[in-house]
């Protein structure tokens, strides 16, 4: 039986996951032979020392020792303090994610035994028939400002540091910027105009990437034909794509994958658009848009039936800023409200606050994921979302926040990155964010 170009890149995906898992397993295995090792051989120089000191079949040496006063505590010289080992921070512990995971065999990251420790590999769940991985970022535009980064360090250089929360979960989805073509003429009228290499797509499938959203400002910056293009080339890299199409049923209508039994439809949505003539329409080629929000809704509820979990992924809000919209808090409640499980938010280039509603998760904004070499503060805080789903759309979300260094999403930690969830908790609703980038209702 043939198979997609999607399908297969979810089977090269599981692959990963598992060869992760032994790569895990293996590193324990070999932290557990070394500590055994170190613990025999310090037992050995402790007991030659003790020897020294008492002499060895001396047997004056040994009475005098036994005649010591009970509370003479001597310290043997060169002795390890009870714990020191223990005790002992280990530098090059996270090294690794710092500097960007090297590369294994088929362009894999070797895993360190603490890497490890964080993973949820869901065949090894006591749940793994019962929940799915679904992970998010936000905009990526692998063009343009990060050009002068990939024509020296290449496509993968983007997603090192970040490729252990990229290709893990079982599903990750992204916002995609900017058309991928080789033709199209540029539009006129508007501020920022992009367009990127169909090259850009094989490290984005690779990274972990299985689906990205079309609808969103810039999907016909280099008009229809580029638009047209962007979808092929995503087809022939084995990467999923929705919100936008030949005509509005074509753009309104979702992904639907499925993990271990579980169905999830992917919607993209936008209510960022330019122009009247990008919104899809019978026989118009476009964006899915949700200025009204009727078709979005209808689209839902459809979906709704047709899968077990439905995501919503909207381009909506005002750039730069992390205050929202009225419309961004109307209209995601209204998504939950005709089926919706989860709203991911895209646009406003900054990270914005999270909410719950009646039980269902909103993120507002993920930022920027891939989009500026060297961005400025808030513009450079980024991070992957991840969302750990049954099937009745019960789902616990994590987020692991990121700053981007040259071009790469980078993972904070200690202060820097409770800094940045502190932040996303004074800006959501009803919302905080632990220590460990969980979210928790107040």
Not at 335 to 349: F, R
Request: hydrophobic content about 40%.
């Amino acid at each position: 039986m043939q198979i997609s170009r999607s399908e297969s890149h979810q089977q090269d995906k599981l692959k990963r996951k598992k060869r992760l898992r032994r790569i895990i397993i293996l590193n324990f295995t070999l932290l557990g032979v070394i500590i055994v090792v170190l613990g025999a051989w310090l037992a050995a120089a402790n007991s030659d020392k003790v020897k020294d000191m008492f002499g060895s079949g001396d047997s004056e040496s040994v009475n005098q020792a036994e005649t010591k006063p009970a509370d003479q505590n001597e310290s043997v010289e060169g002795e390890e303090e009870p714990g020191s080992i223990a005790d002992t921070p280990d530098s090059n512990i996270g090294n690794e994610q710092e500097n960007g995971l090297p590369a294994a065999d088929n362009g894999e990251a070797n895993i360190t035994p603490e890497d490890g420790e964080a993973i949820v590999a869901p065949e090894d769940d006591p749940a793994a028939g019962e929940r799915i991985s679904l992970s998010f970022v936000g905009d990526l535009l692998v063009a343009d400002y990060v050009s002068a980064i990939t024509a020296k360090e290449g496509y993968p250089f983007l997603y090192q540091p970040s490729m252990l929360y990229l290709s893990e979960p079982d599903i990750t989805a992204g916002n995609l910027e900017f058309p991928v073509t080789t033709r199209g003429v540029p539009v006129e009228g508007t501020p920022y105009v992009f367009k990127g290499s169909p090259e850009v797509l094989p490290a984005m499938r690779d990274a972990g990437f299985d689906i990205m959203s079309l609808a969103n400002n810039h999907a016909l910056d280099q008009g229809v034909e580029g638009m047209l293009d962007t979808m092929k080339h995503l087809d022939e890299a084995g990467i999923s794509h929705m919100g936008a199409g030949n005509n509005d049923t074509e753009a309104f209508a979702p992904v639907i994958k499925e993990v271990r039994g579980i169905k999830v439809a992917y919607i993209g949505l936008s209510r960022v658009v330019p122009f009247n003539s990008w919104k899809a329409d019978r026989n118009v080629p476009g964006v899915a848009e949700s200025y009204d929000t009727r078709r979005a809704l209808e689209a839902i509820a459809k979906a709704k039936k047709e899968a077990d979990l439905v995501v919503v992924m909207v381009h909506w809000g005002k750039e730069r800023v992390t205050e929202l919209e009225k419309h961004q808090t109307d209209f995601g409640k209204q998504y939950i409200d005709a089926g919706a499980d989860l709203v991911i938010g895209s646009h406003p280039h900054v990270l914005q606050g999270f909410e719950r509603y009646k039980g269902k998760w909103i993120a507002y904004s993920l930022g920027n994921f891939i989009f500026s070499s060297y961005p400025k503060e808030t513009a450079g805080e980024t991070g992957v979302l991840d969302a750990l789903c049954t099937k009745d759309g019960d789902c616990e979300m994590t987020f692991h926040p990121m700053f981007t260094v040259n071009a790469q999403p980078t993972p904070l930690e200690g202060e820097q990155a409770k800094a940045v969830l502190d932040r996303l908790t004074s800006i959501s609703f009803g919302v905080k964010l632990a220590e460990n980038g969980k979210l928790l209702s107040e």
